[in-house]
């Protein structure tokens, strides 16, 4: 990777530092360099490992990345069959996504800045498996959707804090 990619790569990591400002254990942006042309189950799989294994912030933002690059890969492809990649994709929106976000809507503040860290990651460094070249349209329409959750759970944020709190959950 060029040099500027690799700074701005590193401020956005920066950016995404958790509230005690303190580093987390790994960065996730290697990690998601490594993912890249991958099939987006694969950023899944990498979010599980690194949740199970306490890096909870690095594992939201790859959850978060490869949520945007799975809705695209199937929105780019709406002729897939119902049984393979779609089916994939809500098994593991529950078995992955319901943990991380359970987790991350604890801290709204951080979970924004994650999501804006996950926006700006993909921007610099392209979806090779689903191309935005490509597939401008779906890109498209599905980074609006991301910025748009992120700005609805801006707009939310004291209604979800205390949505947790009624449900019991922490609120970080």
């Not at 060029?2 to 400002?21: E, K, N, W």
């Not at 254990?25 to 690194?50: C, F, I, K, W």
Request: proline share 9%.
């Amino acid at each position: 990777m060029p040099a500027l990619p690799r700074r701005i790569a590193l401020l956005a990591s920066l950016a995404a530092l958790t509230a005690t400002g303190r580093p987390s254990r790994a960065d996730p942006v290697p990690r998601a360099d490594a993912l890249s042309g991958q099939h987006p189950a694969a950023y899944y799989r990498a979010a599980a490992e690194l949740f199970s294994s306490g890096q909870r912030s690095d594992a939201v933002f790859l959850f978060y990345l490869g949520q945007l690059r799975f809705r695209t890969h199937l929105a780019a492809r709406p002729n897939l069959p119902p049984d393979q990649d779609r089916a994939l994709f809500a098994s593991l929106s529950e078995s992955v996504g319901r943990p991380a976000n359970e987790w991350a809507f604890g801290d709204i503040p951080a979970l924004i800045r994650t999501l804006d860290a996950v926006l700006v990651y993909d921007a610099r460094n392209p979806d090779t498996f689903t191309s935005p070249t490509q597939f401008p349209t779906p890109s498209r329409q599905t980074r609006a959707g991301l910025q748009g959750m992120r700005d609805e759970i801006g707009r939310r944020a004291d209604e979800i804090r205390r949505e947790r709190a009624s449900r019991g959950l922490a609120n970080r």
